[in-house]
């Protein structure tokens, strides 16, 4: 009798512990979707080393080691990750958490990664693009307001043959692209980023001469960034 008494006339739980109740089972809950989206991280294909031991050169983007880096996958993002990126596979590795496997994650569900601070995005070209760009994980150099600088990092690879026996050679394959109006340009001179962006181009041709602008294969990628870069100050400075 008292103890019924008691709990029928014992006082509602305060408003503050309502509410922390409430953010600790959002909490777990948040946490049981990332363990199990952890899992799905690392279920992919198990990736095999195709390079030979006698290999000159590898597959990978700047290492052949792992490195740092995040990947938004399946919509969620994982940071503080070892990952490698095949070029010449274009797949995203990351390292199993309690084997020495590698996987591969499944391309069409990774949004962006970012690898020792170079940030990349996954480009599905639609027929209309098809003839310029191929599905695939490009390099985001740049990106103001509609335009964008692109980097499509491949390996080449060939079998060459020694004195003794035949090795593995691999090389790096760089293309670049500008993102004008949702169109997509092949560039790879001053000449066809000139072309690209012709409704400034006098404008360009002179900054790219004051600033003595390379275009070769060293200095590309810079020399793009900084023309679109100087391109995107031009068109804001209008539009004010």
Same mark, same amino acid.
């Given at each position: 009798?008292?103890?019924?008494?008691?709990?029928?006339?014992?006082?509602?739980?305060?408003?503050?512990?309502?509410?922390?109740?409430?953010?600790?089972?959002?909490?777990?809950?948040?946490?049981?979707?990332?363990?199990?989206?952890?899992?799905?991280?690392?279920?992919?294909?198990?990736?095999?080393?195709?390079?030979?031991?006698?290999?000159?050169?590898?597959?990978?983007?700047?290492?052949?080691?792992?490195?740092? /880096?995040?990947? !938004?996958?399946? *919509?969620?993002?994982?940071t503080? %990750? &070892?990952?490698?990126? #095949?070029a =010449?596979?274009?797949?995203l590795?990351?390292?199993?958490?309690?084997?020495?496997?590698?996987?591969?994650?499944?391309?069409?569900?990774?949004?962006?990664?970012v690898?020792?601070?170079?940030?990349?995005?996954?480009?599905?070209?639609?027929?209309?693009?098809a003839?310029?760009?191929?599905?695939?994980y490009?390099?985001?150099?740049?990106?103001?307001?509609?335009?964008?600088?692109?980097?499509?990092?491949?390996?080449?690879?060939?079998?060459?043959?020694?004195?003794?026996?035949?090795?593995?050679?691999f090389?790096?394959?760089?293309?670049?692209?500008?993102?004008?109006? /949702?169109a997509? !340009?092949?560039? *790879?001179?001053?000449?066809?980023? %000139? &072309?690209?962006?012709? #409704?400034? =181009?006098?404008e360009?041709?002179?900054?790219?001469?004051?600033?003595?602008l390379?275009?070769?294969?060293?200095?590309?990628?810079?020399?793009?960034?900084?023309?679109?870069?100087?391109?995107?100050?031009?068109?804001?400075?209008?539009?004010?």
């Amino acid at each position: 009798m008292w103890g019924t008494q008691a709990l029928a006339q014992a006082p509602a739980a305060p408003a503050d512990t309502t509410l922390l109740s409430a953010a600790t089972e959002h909490m777990h809950r948040r946490y049981r979707e990332a363990l199990g989206s952890s899992a799905a991280l690392y279920s992919g294909v198990q990736y095999v080393n195709y390079a030979s031991g006698t290999a000159q050169g590898h597959q990978f983007f700047k290492s052949k080691n792992d490195m740092r /880096g995040s990947v !938004h996958y399946d *919509g969620y993002e994982f940071t503080d %990750l &070892a990952i490698q990126y #095949d070029a =010449k596979l274009d797949a995203l590795l990351v390292n199993s958490f309690n084997s020495p496997a590698k996987f591969r994650l499944v391309d069409e569900r990774v949004k962006h990664f970012v690898i020792d601070g170079h940030r990349f995005v996954r480009i599905v070209a639609d027929s209309a693009a098809a003839e310029v760009v191929s599905t695939g994980y490009y390099e985001l150099l740049f990106e103001g307001g509609p335009l964008q600088v692109l980097a499509k990092h491949g390996k080449d690879l060939q079998t060459r043959m020694g004195q003794r026996m035949s090795y593995q050679e691999f090389t790096d394959v760089d293309r670049y692209f500008l993102r004008k109006g /949702g169109a997509y !340009h092949p560039v *790879g001179s001053k000449g066809s980023a %000139l &072309a690209v962006l012709n #409704d400034r =181009k006098k404008e360009l041709k002179k900054y790219a001469a004051e600033q003595k602008l390379k275009f070769g294969k060293e200095t590309r990628a810079a020399a793009l960034v900084q023309l679109a870069q100087h391109y995107h100050r031009l068109t804001q400075a209008t539009a004010r």
